[in-house]
């Protein structure tokens, strides 16, 4: 295997656990991320020459170990840190030595980052960052905030962990309750950001989604009695379930309501239906098991042919009821246009506050949706222009582009073309989700 291609599956495959044991016991998740980019650089130098090592992951732990003690020595580390750098070195040597199953930290670095300690603004950010290797203008953009303000955040974050003392362990049953629904945004944050990039492209984003996907399987074993981490799940599913038909051969865009349905995961959907009803059994409803409904609704077109219009305009209705995102006031006006007519869905979605609407694509997707329908063809071409210089995926720009040479400007299926969680943020950016309906 080349040694570059070798170093970068290490990254996708190991960094977020590397990171995650070295904060733990180190107790700096600013020096473990410093100590693991030096072992990354040192694997790019070294690997050429010596080869790749039969356990990559052995030997990056064992470098940004050393770095980490090299680094205390120059900072002159107080004395009572002394014992947790030599446990430190001791364990990596042993896991660098033997052929033990490396652990995963990564579920206990996310709980770590939404201590009640740390901003909570700042607590889903952090996790992007520091375990699920958000870049952080990525992270800036889906917050709406720029990057310099972003990563000031975030240092401060990381200070205030290494300040205050912060425990590196998984909080007590007791304590996950008010940590959890930070740990689940940027759960599907990072599934959102490798959802957007279904062509595997970038390569800080490829194999996000599986890593998002095994971490709400970690979760609900973690938390089996949260319906919340389980309606997560359940929406991971259902959309994964679709990946493969989301683009022709060639890599083209393919909109839900044209997708081919045997191309559809039947395995993956049973998995999302167990899950989701899973967490109905538990008997409180939340924002994700309300997603991962109108998923399954979708779903349902596989086997009936049709789409229940009628059932995703009720359950986005109380999506909105629930969590009024600017994501599920968009869905439900396309949603009940479909189920109603067009001058209903109009309505609802002339009601969004513009503001939170400037740069959202769906919305203007959906305008020249609605307006095309009405019979405002030059004003649907105007919105349709808008949301098209507001795609950011090229496959989805192109295909609005011959929607607009060639006609209508789009079908409902087409008014979240563009829809992600990017960070999803979320909840207090976009409110966007990886759907196509």
Not at 222 to 235: D, F, Q, V
Not at 383 to 407: K, M, T
Request: charged residues 25%; contains cysteine.
């Amino acid at each position: 295997m080349d040694t570059h291609r070798a170093v970068e599956q290490a990254a996708r495959d190991s960094y977020g656990r590397l990171l995650g044991f070295l904060a733990a016991r180190s107790r700096d998740v600013e020096a473990a991320e410093d100590a693991l980019g030096d072992a990354f650089q040192a694997a790019l130098a070294s690997w050429p020459r010596t080869g790749v090592p039969e356990r990559p992951e052995a030997w990056l732990l064992t470098v940004a170990r050393r770095r980490l003690i090299n680094a205390a020595r120059r900072d002159r580390v107080r004395a009572e840190a002394a014992p947790t750098l030599l446990a430190l070195a001791d364990e990596a040597r042993d896991l660098a030595a033997t052929d033990v199953v490396f652990p995963d930290e990564r579920l206990k670095l996310l709980f770590i980052c939404a201590h009640p300690a740390i901003d909570p603004a700042v607590r889903t950010p952090l996790m992007l960052q520091t375990v699920l290797r958000l870049d952080a203008a990525r992270i800036a953009s889906a917050f709406l905030v720029r990057p310099s303000t972003m990563g000031q955040r975030l240092t401060r974050a990381k200070a205030r962990i290494r300040e205050a003392g912060i425990p590196f362990e998984v909080p007590e049953a007791g304590e996950l309750p008010p940590r959890l629904d930070a740990v689940l945004e940027a759960v599907y944050a990072a599934y959102g950001s490798g959802w957007d990039d279904v062509a595997g492209a970038d390569p800080r984003r490829r194999g996000l989604a599986g890593e998002a996907i095994a971490l709400g399987w970690l979760l609900v074993r973690l938390i089996p009695g949260e319906p919340e981490a389980w309606g997560l799940l359940a929406l991971m599913l259902h959309c994964e379930a679709r990946r493969e038909a989301r683009r022709t051969p060639e890599g083209g865009y393919v909109p839900l309501l044209e997708q081919d349905v045997t191309r559809w995961s039947e395995e993956t959907m049973a998995e999302a239906e167990f899950c989701l009803d899973t967490a109905a059994r538990a008997g409180s409803v939340g924002h994700f098991q309300l997603e991962a409904a109108i998923q399954s609704v979708h779903a349902q077109r596989a086997r009936t042919g049709r789409t229940d219009w009628d059932a995703v305009a009720l359950l986005y209705e109380g999506l909105v009821r629930l969590t009024p995102t600017v994501g599920a006031l968009v869905g439900r006006a396309a949603a009940v246009a479909e189920a109603h007519d067009a001058p209903e869905g109009w309505a609802l979605l002339r009601a969004v506050p513009a503001a939170s609407v400037a740069g959202y694509q769906p919305y203007w997707a959906l305008t020249a949706h609605l307006l095309e329908r009405m019979g405002r063809p030059a004003e649907a071409a105007g919105a349709l222009a808008r949301a098209i210089g507001l795609c950011e995926d090229p496959a989805v720009r192109d295909f609005l582009v011959r929607r607009a040479r060639g006609s209508p400007a789009v079908d409902q299926g087409e008014t979240s073309s563009a829809r992600h969680p990017g960070a999803g943020a979320a909840r207090n950016g976009s409110g966007a989700r990886p759907d196509d309906g």
